[in-house]
């Protein structure tokens, strides 16, 4: 347990940060997976498609705000548009 004040302070902190990053990450994989959902599911290619750009949106706001490495928010925005187009010359 902390001696200080301020350590008390900076436990509290930390704990909320944690507590609201992990929420943000949690979000964030459910919109993949929603996407992945759908696409597997052979879902309407317009609900497809707004799934994607939520999912893309979430991808760049976390990246932008460095909640996720911005790098891997680009690799996961290209994997997700790959799956799209599969998915959109498959039909």
Request: proline share 2%; no cysteine.
């Amino acid at each position: 347990m902390p001696l200080h004040k301020s350590a008390e302070k900076r436990l509290r902190q930390s704990a909320r940060r944690n507590e609201r990053n992990r929420a943000r990450k949690k979000e964030l994989k459910v919109l993949l997976k929603n996407v992945q959902k759908l696409i597997d599911t052979n879902a309407d290619q317009g609900e497809v498609e707004a799934a994607y750009r939520s999912a893309v949106q979430k991808l760049d706001r976390l990246g932008v705000k460095r909640y996720i490495h911005p790098n891997k928010a680009s690799r996961k925005k290209s994997q997700l548009s790959r799956m799209l187009n599969a998915y959109a010359q498959k039909d």
